[in-house]
């Protein structure tokens, strides 16, 4: 490339962490977020705490570590900053190939739409990828994304905020 643009998005692995990581820190370097693993993020940093491994990352170059739990959310770390977002809880699970690259492209997607790269932008990005891999996960491969419909994303949006909102009286 010959001008950067306004936001570098890597969704890295752990075979080039095996096959080519020198290469792979150079990439690091350049980017702005990383998405990423739990198992990767503690491959690449050396670390099992994700709270220690972000910070190992982040000081790799990217401002933005989103660490990827699974069936158990994801992490989002800016400087001190972190926040949490679960995944939405699903009766069955059918196959959960493509559930994290359906996450990073969920979560660049809405980064890209919404032309905001803030933290708390972030925050809805990661809601919105672990909603798009909640629908992944529901069939073999591709299936579920290609009969998805506007309307059932916007219905599951609503069960995470359901989810994730409370009254608490300090």
């Not at 370097?29 to 220690?52: F, H, M, P």
């Not at 996450?103 to 997607?109: L, Q, S, V, Y």
């Not at 990828?129 to 529901?138: K, R, W």
């Not at 009969?147 to 009286?169: G, H, M, P, W």
């Amino acid at each position: 490339m010959t001008e950067k643009p306004k936001l570098v998005v890597l969704d890295t692995m752990n075979f080039w962490m095996d096959c080519a990581l020198p290469e792979l820190l150079e990439v690091i370097k350049r980017v702005d977020v990383i998405t990423i693993n739990d198992e990767e993020a503690r491959q690449l940093s050396g670390e099992y705490s994700l709270v220690k491994a972000a910070a190992i990352i982040q000081a790799m170059g990217p401002q933005y570590v989103v660490i990827k739990k699974g069936e158990h959310g994801a992490l989002l770390f800016h400087n001190k900053e972190v926040f949490f977002a679960p995944a939405l809880p699903l009766e069955e699970v059918f196959d959960p190939t493509g559930a994290g690259d359906t996450f990073a492209g969920g979560f660049t997607g809405y980064i890209t739409q919404s032309e905001n790269v803030s933290f708390e932008n972030m925050k809805n990005a990661i809601i919105y990828g672990s909603n798009l891999a909640s629908f992944c996960v529901e069939k073999f491969g591709t299936e579920r994304m290609q009969s998805l419909d506007k309307e059932e994303v916007v219905s599951r949006l609503k069960q995470f905020k359901s989810l994730t909102q409370f009254d608490i009286e300090l």
